[in-house]
C-alpha cells in the first residue's frame, strides 16, 4: 500500500458514490475502484527511475455523471538493509582438552542499535561437541570425548531480519594424564572383595582407554572407570603398605600415562596378645619383702595397631590367701608384707587382653617360688630394655649390654630364650647383631634375655627397634 485516495461528493444517495480508476496506464501500480487504495505489482528494487507521475479519477455514479482529476507522484526511496557486521570474518583459536572449556567469544554490530543480535552455530558442528551463548557469542566445549583435532564453525548473528556469517576455526590437542600424579588411601585389613578402594581421573578426549596396574599385587585391580579396588585378601601385620602404579593406555597404544597410589592398610582386631618370653614363667620371692615389692615382670605383645594392640593384664580367680596380686602393667606384686607364714610356692593364673571389640585375650601360669633373704636371684640393671639400632648395621655390632648381679659374684650366664633370630648375647651381657636387619620387613625384635647363676634364673624383656635407612 502506498496511499489511499479520497474524494468527497456532496450530493446524497448515489449521486455522492464515487468510484476511483487509474487514468495513466502502469504495469508496476493498481487502484482498488472502491477504496482508492494505491498498491504497487511488485518490487520496485533496482528501478533505474526516481519517481512516477500518475492520473487518477473519481468519478460519481449520478447521471450525468461527473468526474474530477488528480495528479499523484510516486516517489522511490533507496532504503540501504543494515547487516549485522561481525568484528573479525575470521577466528584462529586452539584448545587443549579436557583442560580447556572456553573457545572464544565471537562478536558483531548492528547500526541498528535497538536491535538484539542472536548467536548461533550454523555450519561444522555435526555431533554438537560445541555450544554458543546466544546473547553474549561465547563459545564453549560441550562434549571433549571424541573430539577431532580440527573444526571449521560458521557462527550466524542475526537480528531477526539480516544474518551475517563469521567463521571459527579451531584447532584441538588433547591431554592424556591423570587428575594427580599420586594419590593416597586408606582400605581395611578386612575389606572384601570388590571393595572400592579409590577412583582415579583420567584427563583426556581419547575415549577408548585401558586401565592397568604396573605392580605386580595380586590383592588389588583395577576395573576399566578408573576405579581401584580389592581382589584378595589384606593382612596388615604382613603388608601394611602398598605403593602401586596405575597405567592407561590409548587402544591404539600411541598414548600412555602413569599415577602413583599409596595404599594404607587399617587395622582390625585379628591378632590374640601374646605373653613374651619363654614359658614357663618362674618368678621368685623372699621372706620380708614389704608390700608393694614387684617379684616378677610380664610382657605381652599384639601385632594389632592402636587401641587393638593395647594390652591390659589381670588375675584370674580370686585365691585366699595368696600375698600377691597382679597390675594393669604386668607386675606381680606383693599385695602384703611377706612374713615366715608364707608357702614356699604359689602359681597365678594372668590373663593379658587388648582394648579392640571385641576383646581378644590370652593366659598362662606363673610359678613364684620363694629363696632364703641370704640368697640373691640374678637381678638385671633395669626391669625392662628398650634399644634402638639402624637396619644396615654390621652383623657383630654391638646393640648394647644387657647385665645382671648374683649371689656372691657368682659367675652369671646369659641366653637368648625367644626373639632372638637376628640377635645374639655373649657372656659379657654384649648384645649384638647376628643376622641383617630390614626396616620395611619387621620394625621391631622383642626378646627375652635370661641370666643363670647355676642355681637361680631370671628373665628380662628386650625391645629392639629398628630404624629405617634410605635404601629403597
Known sequence: ?????????????????????????????????????????????????????????????????????QQATVYITVIVPHYPVFNRSLYNVSIVV????????????????????????VSGDPHHRFAVDSLTGEIIVRDHVGLDDFYRL???????????????????????????????????????????????????????????????????????????????SLDRETRPFYHLIVTATSLDLVQTASSEVNITISDINDNVPQFIGQQPFKGYFKEGQPAGTTVYQLHGQDDDDGVNAEITFQSIGVYSGVPFSVWSGGQIVTSQNLDSSTYAGYQIEVRCFDSGNP?????????????????????????????????????????????????YGSLVSYFVRAGGDKFAIHSNGALTVSKSLDFESKQQHALTIEANDGTYSSDVTVVVNVLDTNDN
Not at 22 to 37: A, C, E, H, K, R
Not at 106 to 116: F, G, I, K, L, Q
Not at 200 to 215: A, D, G, I, K
Open 1 to 69: 500500500e502506498i496511499i489511499v485516495l479520497t474524494a468527497v461528493d456532496r450530493d446524497a444517495g448515489m449521486n455522492s458514490a464515487v468510484s476511483y480508476r487509474l487514468i495513466s496506464s502502469s504495469p508496476f501500480f493498481s487502484l482498488n475502484l472502491q477504496t482508492g487504495n494505491l498498491t504497487t505489482n511488485h518490487s520496485l528494487s533496482g528501478m533505474d527511475r526516481e519517481s512516477f507521475h500518475l492520473t487518477i479519477s473519481a468519478q460519481d455514479h449520478g447521471d450525468p455523471s461527473f468526474t474530477s482529476l
Open 98 to 121: 579436557p583442560v580447556d572449556v572456553f573457545v572464544v567469544k565471537v562478536s558483531a554490530t548492528d547500526v541498528d542499535r535497538n536491535e538484539t543480535l542472536t548467536y548461533s552455530i
Open 154 to 232: 560458521e557462527i550466524a548473528a542475526s537480528d531477526r531480519v539480516h544474518v551475517n556469517y563469521t567463521v571459527v576455526l579451531v584447532s584441538v590437542s588433547s591431554l592424556f594424564q591423570f587428575g594427580q600424579p599420586h594419590y593416597k588411601a586408606t582400605v581395611s585389613e578386612g575389606a572384601p572383595v570388590g571393595t572400592t578402594i579409590v577412583s582415579l581421573h583420567l584427563l583426556t578426549s581419547v575415549r577408548n582407554v585401558t586401565f592397568s596396574l604396573s605392580t605386580p599385587f595380586t590383592e588389588f585391580a583395577i576395573g576399566q572407570n578408573a576405579s581401584l579396588f580389592v581382589a584378595g
Open 359 to 407: 576383646s581378644l585375650s590370652s593366659r598362662v601360669w606363673v610359678s613364684l617360688s620363694k629363696v632364703s633373704r641370704f640368697e640373691v636371684v640374678p637381678l638385671f640393671e633395669h626391669s625392662t630394655y628398650a634399644l634402638n639400632v639402624s637396619e644396615d648395621a654390621r652383623i657383630g655390632s654391638t646393640v648394647s649390654f644387657i647385665r645382671a648381679t648374683a649371689t
